[in-house]
T-cell receptor, first 116, second 114 residues
């Protein structure tokens, strides 16, 4: 049973336009959400996160929105650049409710391609 | 400051062989994790550790063992490798503190079991 779902395996956008990557979750105990970016042959790198007490977090060109009632979050990249082409993973954590181990549950990822 | 390093980067095993993957971190992190990534499956947690001398099972622990004898090292062992264990393995670490802290990942080990 997938607790974190990224229903779009791939997304293609033009350079300069907005990229919107979506993520849904089923476990209402999740209280912290993260996005990781992964280039081929490299490990994932942390991009941005959001706590469940917020509905928006912004960092430069990257903004994450959280809709708790819909159990949905999205990552917006504006403007998109060719260097943003990578696989993006959504991840969720129950924090203290998971015994303080800070385990992450990952989605399957969305491959973003930004065309010049 | 090397962050999280993994040894080896690539390995090919025959079915039934054993091997150990080494993860090292120089950030003085308390928590360490082992994941596997398979095509279309995302990252799945194998085992994790919340401190030196402790280990716990993750989502897909069968066929693997781990040890955390030193705070900076986390070893993943395959006692009898199977083709189903062909995957890319990632180690990660995180700081233990108030609130949530991001996990830092190593570059990965690509393992093929024939």
């Amino acid at each position: 049973d997938q607790q974190v779902k990224q229903n779009s395996p791939s997304l293609s956008v033009q350079e300069g336009r907005i990229s919107i990557l979506n993520c849904d979750y089923t476990n209402s105990m999740f209280d912290y959400f993260l996005w990781y970016k992964k280039y081929p042959a490299e490990g994932p790198t942390f991009l941005i996160s959001i706590s469940s007490i917020k509905d928006k977090n912004e960092d430069g060109r990257f903004t994450v929105f959280l809709n708790k009632s819909a159990k949905h979050l999205s990552l917006h990249i504006v403007p998109s650049q060719p260097g943003d082409s990578a696989v993006y993973f959504c991840a969720a954590s129950g924090g203290a409710t998971q015994g303080g181990s800070e385990k992450l549950v990952f989605g399957k990822g969305t491959k973003l391609t930004v065309n010049p | 400051n090397a962050g999280v390093t993994q040894t080896p980067k690539f390995r090919v095993l025959k079915t039934g062989q054993s091997m150990t993957l080494l993860c090292a971190q120089d950030m003085n992190h308390e928590y360490m994790y082992w994941y596997r990534q398979d095509p279309g499956m995302g990252l799945r947690l194998i085992h994790y550790s919340v401190g030196e001398g402790t280990t716990a099972k993750g989502e897909v622990p069968d066929g693997y063992n781990v040890s955390r004898l030193k705070k900076q090292n986390f070893l993943l062992g395959l006692e009898s490798a199977a083709p189903s264990q062909t995957s890319v393995y990632f180690c990660a670490s995180s700081y233990a503190g108030q609130g949530y802290n991001e996990q830092f990942f190593g570059p990965g080990t690509r393992l093929t079991v024939l």
